[in-house]
């Protein structure tokens, strides 16, 4: 149980045009989800904190209107890197946390995604 | 805000012998320590978790033991083996609060 999904695993693009990344939430509702980014050999970094329903929380430093999440469901948060350029290259990856007694997730436990690796030339 | 320091950062053991991995945190409201492992091109893989009311907890070869007074924690891993390498991430929050994370741990497994 407890399983997120990120999709896609990868994706390269052209600077400037932009790109979705989905998180979904498997077996259980998430009432939070987290957006990192990673970058070699590097600690993981929090972006932004989303709670369904309502706005993200963008941690200092990071650009609100290049970097826009939406969590629409208490399943999926997506995040979308508006023109991208290849200092927006990395690894991003996603986690979210339960809803809850009775679901697949503890609420105190964030579940990772699998990560996407994002190119952009 | 909080502060997680972690020890080492690369750390090589022979096969059959234990790792110790070792994080220091700032901020005494903190009450949850999870443990991670990433593997190379993954996302990060929870392993174990201990909360501020208990001393130590043990799965299998894993434990992860916490001192509050002096706000440290450690993972053990004994008897290890080759699948054991990877990235270790120690992380420290409150509540349901965001977690932030130590710097981690490239732990190799000499067969």
């Known amino acids: 149980g407890a399983v997120v999904s990120q999709h896609p695993s990868w994706v390269i693009c052209k600077s400037g045009t932009s790109v979705k990344i989905e998180c979904r939430s498997l077996?259980?509702?998430?009432?939070?989800m987290f957006w990192y980014r990673q970058f070699p050999k590097q600690s993981l970094m929090l972006m932004a904190t989303?709670?369904?329903?309502?706005?993200?929380?963008?941690e200092q430093g990071v650009e609100k209107d290049k970097f826009l999440i939406n969590h629409a469901s208490l399943t999926l948060s997506t995040l979308t890197v508006t023109s991208a350029h290849p200092e927006d290259s990395s690894f991003y990856i996603c986690?979210?946390?339960?809803?809850?007694?009775?679901?697949?997730?503890?609420?105190?436990?964030?579940?990772f995604g699998p990560g996407t690796r994002l190119t952009v030339l | 805000g909080e502060n997680v320091e972690q020890h080492p950062s690369t750390l090589s053991v022979q096969e059959g012998d234990s790792a110790v991995i070792k994080c220091t945190y700032s901020d005494s409201a903190s009450n949850y320590f999870p443990w991670y492992k990433q593997e190379l091109g993954k996302g990060p893989q929870l392993i174990i978790d201990?909360?501020?009311?208990?001393g130590e907890k043990k799965d299998q070869r894993i434990a992860v033991t916490l001192n509050k007074t002096a706000k440290h924690f450690s993972l053990h891993i004994t008897e290890t083996q080759p699948e054991d390498s990877a990235v270790y991430f120690c992380?420290?929050?409150?509540?349901?609060?965001?977690?932030?994370f130590g710097t981690g741990t490239r732990l190799t497994i000499i067969p």
């Open positions: 989303s709670n369904e329903g309502s706005k993200a929380t963008y």
């Open positions: 077996d259980f509702q998430a009432t939070t």
């Open positions: 201990i909360r501020s009311n208990v």
């Open positions: 992380a420290a929050g409150f509540g349901n609060e965001k977690l932030t």
């Open positions: 986690s979210a946390r339960a809803i809850g007694a009775g679901t697949s997730g503890r609420t105190d436990t964030q579940y």
